[in-house]
C-alpha cells in the first residue's frame, strides 16, 4: 500500500508491537502526529510536559516490562531535551528507540531554524543512531533500530526523520515483528577452565548485576549459589534480581552497599560476576579491590572483560544460556567455615543498623514495604532517597526496582514511574528526595491528566541530602548552596496545584495514614515526609577508599 512516510512510520511502530509512545510534538514531526491521529486506536501517546520526561517514561516503561520503550520529539530544542534521557538508558543499558524530526533534507546544513545535527550529538550515547534520508529506508530503518535496540547488551538507538522523508509517499509491506539477535553461551573452553576455578574455591560469593535481570538467568543463579553454597550479592543495578529475603542473599554491594555483603566479597577467594560493571562505585580504591581474589566474569559484552579489573576467565556471551552449561561441571559443595564467617558479618551488620523510632529512613521505607504487593514496580530518583530505598526494600519480582545507575541521573524517577504504571498496569511507588523531585516535578501534569496510578513519596528534608553528607564528611561542613530550605516550597500545595491528592506525614501514624489513602486513590498521590537534613547513608565507603576504610556509623 502506498502510504506517507509518517503513516510507514506509525505503522511500523505498530507492526513491531508498540502499544505506547511517549513525547512532545512540534513543527519537524507534527506530520508523525497528524498519524499518530489517525492510528490513536491501534497506538497510545502520551503527551508529557517536557521531552526529558518523555525519555525517562519510555526508559522506565522498558524497564519494568522489557520491551523496547519509544519517545518521540521534534527538533532542534525538543531533540537535545532527549540527550539526558537517552545517555541515562545508554549508560543502564535499556532498549530504547528515540524518533527525531528534522528540517528538510534541502536545509539540512544550512542553520535552519531549529536544525540541530542530533545524531552527531548522540552519537557517544546510543548504540547506533540513523539518518534516514530516503523515504525508501524508513521501515527498513525502524526494524533494524528495533532489533540493534534489544540484541546482545541492550540500548538506546535514535532515528532522525527529515521533514520531506516524512512526507513523502512510498510502498509499505506490513512483515513481522522483529526478533533480537539470537543470544550465545560462552566458548565450552571457557567454561571448563571457569568451572575448575569454582570448584577449588573455599570462599565463593556471587556477584550479579542488571544483565542477569535482562537474561532471565534468576533459576540459574538461584540452583548455582545452593550448588556450590555460596552467598550472593548485588550491584544497583541488580537490586529485584532475586527476591531481597532470599536466606542467601546479602543486599547490595559497593560505596553504600551493605556491610555484610561488601565484606564478603571483600574476603571471598572467588567472585563469580555475572552480567555486571566492576565501575568505580562497586572496586572503591581498585588497587585494593580483590586482591589475590579469583575472578569469574561471565558478560554478553566482551568489551566488560576486564575494562576495569582483571578476570581469572572472562567468558563472553549470554548469562543465563552460559549458566545452563556451566552448572553441570559444579561440584556439589559445602563451605562450613565460610558460612560461619558469613553469619558473623550478618550479626556485626544488624548491630550497626539504625535502631532509633520515628521518622528514619529506614522507618520510613519499611512502613512502604508494607503496603507493596510482589508485582509493586518502585522507581527512585538519584541521592540518599535512592540509597536508602536500595538497602531497605523488600522486592520479590525482578524488574520492579527502577533507578538511574550509570549516570545518576536526577530527575529520572517521575518519567519513569508514569512509563512503568503505564508499561506494567500496576500502581507504581516513586521514591523521591525534594531536591530530584525539583528537577522534574512538572510531570505531574502527565500524571493527573493519564490518571496513573502512582505513590510517590517524597523524603524532605530541605537539603541536598547526598552532597551535604560529602560536604560534612570531607569538606569541613562547608555547606555550599545545597541548602534548599530558603525555597519554600509547600509540595502538597503544588501537587493539588497540579490536580492531584496530597498529604504531609510528620510521624510515622500520619505516614501510615497518608499510605493508605494513597494507594487507594486511582490516580497519583503525593506524601510530604518530613525527614532531619543530617540523616546519613550508612555503610559509606570513602572517595578512593576501600573496605579497610568503611565508614559504619558517625564517629568511625
Not at 512510520?9 to 507492526?15: G, H, N, Q, S, W
Not at 522483529?178 to 570448584?199: H, Y
Not at 551493605?258 to 566479597?265: G, L, P, V
Not at 495514614?513 to 515526609?529: K, N, R, W
Request: aromatic letters at 6%.
Amino acid at each position: 500500500m502506498i502510504l506517507s512516510g509518517s503513516d510507514i512510520l506509525v505503522r511500523t511502530l505498530i507492526e513491531q508491537g508498540v502499544d505506547v509512545v511517549f513525547g512532545y510534538p512540534g513543527g519537524q514531526v507534527i506530520n508523525i502526529y497528524d498519524s499518530l491521529y489517525k492510528y490513536q486506536d491501534e497506538l497510545r501517546h502520551i503527551l508529557t510536559a517536557h521531552e526529558q520526561g518523555a525519555s525517562h517514561a519510555a526508559d522506565g516503561y522498558a524497564r519494568a516490562t522489557g520491551r523496547v520503550g519509544v519517545v518521540i520529539a521534534t527538533s532542534g530544542p525538543g531533540a537535545t531535551n532527549l540527550v539526558t534521557g537517552i545517555a541515562t538508558a545508554y549508560l543502564d543499558s535499556v532498549p530504547m528507540v528515540a524518533i527525531t524530526g528534522n528540517v528538510p533534507n534541502s536545509t539540512i546544513g544550512t542553520d535552519g531554524f531549529q536544525e540541530i545535527d542530533i545524531t552527531g550529538v548522540t552519537l557517544p550515547i546510543t548504540k547506533h543512531n540513523y539518518f534516514v534520508g530516503s523515504i525508501e529506508d524508513l521501515a527498513d530503518t525502524v526494524r533494524e533500530a528495533f532489533k540493534l535496540a534489544k540484541s546482545g547488551r541492550p540500548g538506546p538507538v535514535l532515528i532522525d526523520i527529515p521533514k520531506d522523508v516524512q512526507v513523502a509517499k512510498f510502498d509499505y509491506e506490513p512483515q513481522p515483528p522483529v526478533a533480537a539477535d539470537e543470544s550465545f553461551p560462552a566458548k565450552d573452553i571457557r567454561i571448563q577452565k571457569a568451572a575448575e576455578i569454582i570448584n577449588s574455591a573455599k570462599k565463593p560469593f556471587i556477584y550479579f548485576g542488571g544483565g542477569l535481570i535482562t537474561s532471565e538467568a534468576q533459576d540459574e543463579l538461584l540452583q548455582m549459589a545452593e550448588l556450590i553454597d555460596a552467598p550472593i550479592g548485588c550491584s544497583l543495578m541488580g537490586i529485584s534480581g532475586v527476591p531481597t529475603d532470599y536466606p542467601r542473599f546479602l543486599g547490595m554491594q559497593g560505596m553504600h552497599g551493605h556491610y555484610a555483603c561488601s565484606t564478603a566479597m571483600h574476603h571471598a577467594d572467588c567472585i563469580i560476576a555475572l552480567g555486571c560493571r566492576f565501575n568505580d562505585r562497586v572496586t572503591g580504591n581498585r588497587a585494593k579491590f580483590a586482591v589475590g581474589t579469583k575472578i569469574v566474569h561471565i558478560d554478553i559484552d566482551g568489551a566488560e572483560l576486564g575494562k576495569t579489573v582483571t578476570p581469572q576467565q572472562g567468558l563472553r556471551g549470554d548469562v543465563k544460556k552460559t549458566l545452563q552449561k556451566l552448572l553441570p561441571l559444579l561440584n556439589k559443595s559445602e563451605h562450613t567455615d565460610w558460612q560461619a564467617e558469613i553469619d558473623q558479618l550478618i550479626v556485626e551488620e544488624q548491630a550497626n543498623l539504625d535502631s532509633r523510632e520515628g521518622m528514619t529512613p529506614r522507618n520510613v521505607i519499611t512502613t512502604l514495604n508494607r503496603y507493596l504487593n510482589e508485582n509493586t514496580p518502585v522507581a527512585t530518583d538519584v541521592g540518599q532517597h535512592q540509597m536508602w530505598a536500595a538497602q531497605y526494600l523488600n522486592l520479590k519480582n525482578s524488574r520492579r526496582f527502577l533507578s538511574s545507575g550509570g549516570l545518576g541521573t536526577m530527575g529520572f524517577g517521575m518519567g519513569a514511574a508514569i512509563g512503568a504504571a503505564l508499561g506494567t498496569g500496576e500502581r507504581t511507588v516513586l521514591v523521591t528526595g525534594d531536591g530530584s523531585f525539583g528537577m522534574n516535578l512538572n510531570e505531574l501534569a502527565t500524571a493527573v491528566a493519564n490518571k496513573v496510578p502512582m505513590v510517590i513519596l517524597l523524603l524532605n528534608n530541605n537539603v541536598l541530602g547526598m552532597v551535604r553528607q560529602w560536604q560534612t564528611l570531607f569538606f569541613d561542613k562547608h555547606y555550599s548552596n545545597t541548602m534548599l530550605d530558603a525555597r519554600q516550597t509547600d509540595f502538597v500545595k503544588l501537587a493539588e496545584a497540579f490536580g492531584a491528592k496530597a498529604s504531609r506525614a510528620l510521624t510515622l501514624p500520619e505516614l501510615e495514614a497518608s499510605l493508605t489513602e494513597a494507594f487507594a486513590c486511582d490516580g497519583p498521590y503525593l506524601i510530604d515526609c518530613a525527614i532531619d537534613k543530617d540523616e546519613f547513608v550508612l555503610p559509606m565507603l570513602p572517595p578512593g577508599g576501600s573496605m579497610d576504610d568503611i565508614i559504619t556509623r558517625i564517629g568511625d
